[in-house]
């Protein structure tokens, strides 16, 4: 099955030279869900690329009756911030123009939804699916304002452009994957949202975590908090109602690198969530994938460890192991201009957990990220 391909421009440049989008929009012989998957939205985390390349390649061998729905790829979604360069070091994490984070620039229609309420009792007695199609019409109306400001005279900053396209291209999706990498050395693991635990399972994963607390307008939280926020209102309402919306982070390996095991854990992962969402057939699934195992941790169980003095880091514990509070995490090989000899400072942990970030530079300034653990 071939993909419609379609070129989206972005920007121009002073030079006059124009960065664009391309979307491969694999489109199947029935009506279905849509899935929209995306990468690189931070310049250094390259490896979901990789993983969109393979999965393009694997789509390019499917039937069209093998695919229900329409699945929609995005590889390097962030031109502006996979072009950045500082000597060797692709950073790419934020916009330095303006500086904003690429990843919080999102438009999130719940902070604005104050008829909530009223859309829900109007609601009450409707079918699930109608609802979806309600909600989705007034979400889409009033995103559909944010155009109005970027073509008037005055236009908009770059990120508010930034981020009308890729949201543009994502509002009506059903399913949502954002592909990332941790900015250091991180181990393979998906973000998920609240009731989601049995699909998070279908990315075969060794653990998820919960977000349960927000850092701010991310691109996955942006596009699943209004239907989180329209689900608990109909839960003070007296009805229960889970919406087949749903929305992921796959955080695959180190950044600045395509690290093979991470890349083949997402390829793997994510053509097993679209198979068992009824999107693709893949007849040979064996049945140990079907059933996966996964630990899981809340967001707000996260640990991040800061130097407590400059200095390089020594005898750090390796990513992935288990620690127990009081158990010696790292050393910080500190200097001074005071005349003294050389310090060095033990650091334990503070509570039991798992190593699943570490920094990539050993040399810290005081305040610097050291590893993360979760518990």
């Known amino acids: 099955m071939l993909p419609v391909i379609e070129t989206i421009v972005l920007r121009q440049m002073a030079s006059g030279d124009r960065l664009s989008l391309q979307v491969y929009k694999f489109i199947g012989a029935q009506p279905g869900k849509k899935v929209y998957i995306q990468s690189n939205l931070h310049g250094a985390e390259i490896s979901g690329n990789a993983v969109i390349h393979q999965l393009i390649e694997s789509l390019l061998t499917i039937d069209a009756p093998n695919l229900t729905g329409e699945i929609w790829l995005v590889p390097v979604c962030n031109p502006m911030g996979t072009n950045e360069r500082s000597h060797h070091f692709s950073p790419g994490r934020y916009c330095l123009y303006e500086a904003k984070d690429w990843n919080r620039i999102f438009w999130d229609y719940e902070k604005e ?62 399913y949502l994957i954002d592909l990332h990498s941790s900015t250091n050395h991180a181990l393979d693991y998906v973000y998920y949202f609240r009731n989601r635990e049995d699909s998070a399972k279908y990315f075969l994963l060794d653990f998820g975590i919960l977000l349960d607390k927000y850092d701010g307008d991310a691109f996955d939280e942006a596009f699943i908090k209004p239907w989180l926020a329209l689900e608990a209102c109909f839960k003070e309402s007296g009805r229960e109602i889970k919406f087949d919306v749903e929305a992921w982070t796959l955080e695959l390996g180190s950044g600045m690198q395509t690290n093979p095991d991470s890349v083949a854990k997402g390829v793997r992962g994510v ?87 570490v920094a990539t530079n050993q040399a810290v300034n005081e305040g610097e990220f050291v590893l993360g653990v979760i518990s």
């Not at 040979?284 to 130097?307: E, G, H, Q, V």
Request: hydrophobic share 40%.
């Open 271 to 357: 053509k097993n969530y679209l198979a068992q969402k009824g999107v693709l057939q893949i007849p040979d699934l064996s049945d140990d994938i079907k059933t996966p195992k996964m630990a899981f941790a809340s967001s707000s169980n996260r640990k991040k460890y800061y130097a407590i003095a400059g200095g390089m880091i020594q005898s750090r514990i390796e990513l992935g192991s288990t620690v127990k509070a009081g158990q010696k995490l790292y050393q910080i090989l500190s200097f001074n201009k005071e005349g003294k000899l050389p310090n060095v400072i033990d650091v334990y942990a503070q509570q039991d957990g798992l190593v699943y970030d």
């Open 113 to 174: 939804a104050n008829d909530l309420v009223a859309f829900t009792k109007s609601q009450l007695h409707i079918d699930p699916k109608v609802i979806r199609q309600n909600y989705l019409t007034i979400i889409k109306q009033r995103f559909a304002k944010i155009l109005e400001k970027i073509n008037s005279p005055s236009a908009v900053p770059y990120t508010e452009l930034f981020s009308y396209k890729l949201q543009n291209l994502s509002l009506d999706a059903d």
